[in-house]
């Protein structure tokens, strides 16, 4: 499923159809369900939160080096904040959508090479 949250952001790198909120909410959403993930492989159950900062916790705490993707928290507030409210950045940046793509990519590489076959 992260994968398809994935995918999703993939076709709105270039759509000014959908706003950062839209693009934010699908990145939180794969870094969480990879995250996730990732927990259950290693086999923890893991927590009932939307919150990337806690999942990347409980995944250190089982072991897991996830100090490459500390930085992913931040999506967190895409997941419950910008859902009902509008993303505004104070150094009137938008959302680095490539980048973004990159992160979440990247974390689903990660994970994926630790999952069963």
Do not use: C, N
């Amino acid at each position: 499923m992260a994968m398809k949250d994935w995918q999703a952001l993939q076709g709105m790198l270039e759509s000014p159809l959908f706003a950062d909120e839209i693009v934010g909410f699908h990145a939180q959403q794969a870094i969480e369900k990879a995250l996730k993930a990732w927990l259950s492989a290693l086999g923890f159950e893991p927590p009932h939160t939307h919150d990337l900062g806690r999942l990347l916790l409980a995944l250190e705490d089982g072991g897991a080096e996830v100090i490459a993707f500390r930085s992913l928290a931040a999506y967190s507030a895409f997941g419950v904040q910008f859902r009902y409210e509008a993303f505004e950045d104070d150094s009137e940046e938008i959302l680095d959508r490539l980048k973004v793509i990159e992160e979440v990519g990247f974390l689903l590489r990660t994970v994926e090479a630790h999952l069963p076959d």
